[in-house]
């Protein structure tokens, strides 16, 4: 079998009326991305680029590895089963069986050695749910194909070496106190820490935990949560061995001499963990699917509709993806063969 570094990387569609192809056209012509391919339909991709006025060249492909030569040539595209029927910034559910069959047939490629890791292009979820999609997201549709194996969001930013990890993540916030339970901190902790130090290489990772309330709570008087349920989780895991502290006010956990104390943070809820790391570094930071048998990255920003079809969007988050996606796979073979860290 071919390294994972010698592979091309297998990139998904996303929702086809966002900017998704055109951030790929856009990443095909920029040096610093590694070799992939889109999974996509290749007549839809040619059309997009000549309306937006890109005029790249589009390679039809038959296999992943043919990526290496045809990208010499143009974007290279694997073709989808069936064709992918859209209209920029206009979302058809028509679309969502093309979309979803893309995602699995990328696992796929993964898993039987053909790519190197997935990287998806963002998904519009309310499409997705209206054809039937039951998962909240690209990270918990994963988990399945992974066999159900449990998985965790982490959006990583390479230049601020900032790394965050939402606890719950998809969920409604007048939910996150019943569902944040002991268990699932130190789950999602322990996760976290292997891929810390199979995915990056960090030999003792540091973990920062956040309080749930405003201040962590300020000794009970602002919410019980952060005394009752995240500091007894922290001294379990601190008597594992593992290098943890908490629960801390979130507020002021990422401001540059913050950020310098700690490899990831961890958050107990969505927005906690993604705004700060959105505001410090959108075009560098990457969603990273940690806890699965293979790798996935993603740009960290959405299906941008009111860009599409125009030639603006920006193709910075979806290279910073793949070159993520390029060296974790890496790393993990790396690890997987005793090599590091």
Same mark, same amino acid.
């Given at each position: 079998?071919?390294?994972?570094?010698?592979?091309?990387?297998?990139?998904?569609?996303?929702?086809?009326?966002?900017?998704?192809?055109?951030?790929?056209?856009?990443?095909?012509? &920029?040096?610093?991305?590694?070799?992939?391919?889109?999974?996509? #339909?290749?007549? $839809?991709?040619?059309?997009?680029?000549?309306? =937006?006025?890109?005029?790249?060249?589009?390679?039809?492909?038959? &296999?992943?590895?043919?990526?290496?030569?045809? $990208?010499?040539?143009?974007?290279?595209?694997?073709?989808?089963?069936?064709?992918?029927?859209?209209?920029?910034?206009?979302?058809?559910?028509?679309?969502?069986?093309?979309?979803?069959?893309?995602?699995?047939?990328?696992?796929?490629?993964?898993?039987?050695?053909?790519?190197?890791?997935?990287?998806?292009?963002?998904?519009?979820?309310?499409?997705?749910?209206? =054809?039937?999609? %039951?998962? %909240?997201?690209?990270?918990?549709?994963?988990?399945?194909?992974?066999?159900?194996?449990?998985?965790?969001?982490?959006?990583?930013?390479?230049?601020?070496?900032?790394?965050?990890?939402?606890?719950?993540?998809?969920?409604?916030?007048?939910? !996150?106190?019943?569902?944040?339970?002991?268990?699932?901190?130190?789950?999602?902790?322990?996760?976290?820490?292997?891929?810390?130090?199979? #995915?990056?290489?960090?030999? =003792?990772? $540091?973990?920062?935990?956040?309080?749930?309330? %405003?201040?962590?709570?300020?000794?009970?008087?602002?919410?019980?949560? #952060?005394?009752? !349920?995240? =500091?007894? !989780?922290?001294?379990?895991?601190?008597?594992?061995?593992?290098?943890?502290?908490? %629960?801390?006010?979130?507020?002021?956990?990422?401001?540059?001499?913050?950020?310098?104390?700690?490899?990831?943070?961890?958050?107990?809820?969505?927005?906690?963990?993604?705004?700060?790391?959105?505001?410090?570094?959108?075009?560098?930071?990457?969603?990273?699917?940690?806890?699965?048998?293979?790798?996935?990255?993603?740009? #960290?920003?959405?299906?941008?509709?009111?860009?599409?079809?125009?030639?603006?969007?920006?193709?910075?988050?979806? !290279?910073?993806?793949?070159?993520?996606? $390029?060296?974790?796979?890496?790393? &993990?073979?790396?690890?997987?063969?005793?090599?590091?860290?």
């Amino acid at each position: 079998m071919t390294a994972p570094n010698e592979l091309p990387l297998a990139l998904t569609p996303g929702e086809p009326a966002g900017v998704g192809a055109e951030i790929a056209l856009k990443a095909w012509r &920029r040096n610093d991305a590694p070799v992939f391919f889109l999974m996509d #339909d290749p007549d $839809r991709v040619a059309a997009l680029s000549h309306k =937006a006025g890109l005029h790249i060249p589009i390679c039809v492909i038959d &296999r992943p590895n043919a990526a290496f030569e045809a $990208r010499a040539s143009g974007l290279p595209v694997l073709p989808c089963t069936g064709p992918i029927h859209s209209q920029p910034g206009h979302p058809d559910p028509s679309t969502a069986t093309a979309v979803i069959k893309a995602i699995r047939d990328a696992v796929t490629m993964v898993k039987s050695g053909e790519a190197a890791a997935v990287v998806t292009n963002p998904i519009q979820k309310n499409t997705l749910h209206q =054809a039937g999609f %039951p998962h %909240p997201g690209h990270t918990e549709f994963l988990a399945g194909l992974a066999g159900g194996q449990r998985s965790v969001m982490m959006l990583a930013s390479r230049e601020l070496a900032l790394r965050v990890v939402p606890v719950t993540i998809h969920e409604p916030i007048r939910r !996150v106190p019943d569902l944040l339970t002991q268990e699932l901190i130190i789950e999602t902790a322990r996760i976290t820490v292997r891929s810390l130090i199979q #995915d990056f290489g960090i030999k =003792a990772p $540091r973990i920062a935990v956040s309080g749930l309330n %405003p201040h962590a709570g300020e000794a009970g008087s602002i919410g019980t949560e #952060d005394n009752a !349920v995240i =500091a007894p !989780v922290l001294a379990v895991l601190r008597a594992e061995g593992l290098e943890i502290f908490g %629960p801390l006010a979130a507020d002021s956990m990422f401001h540059a001499a913050a950020r310098q104390s700690y490899d990831v943070a961890l958050c107990m809820y969505h927005d906690q963990a993604l705004i700060p790391i959105k505001t410090l570094d959108f075009w560098g930071g990457v969603n990273v699917t940690i806890g699965l048998p293979f790798v996935r990255t993603s740009p #960290d920003h959405g299906t941008a509709l009111d860009l599409a079809g125009t030639g603006k969007a920006n193709e910075g988050s979806l !290279v910073a993806a793949l070159c993520m996606a $390029r060296e974790i796979a890496g790393q &993990r073979r790396n690890f997987q063969q005793g090599l590091a860290p």
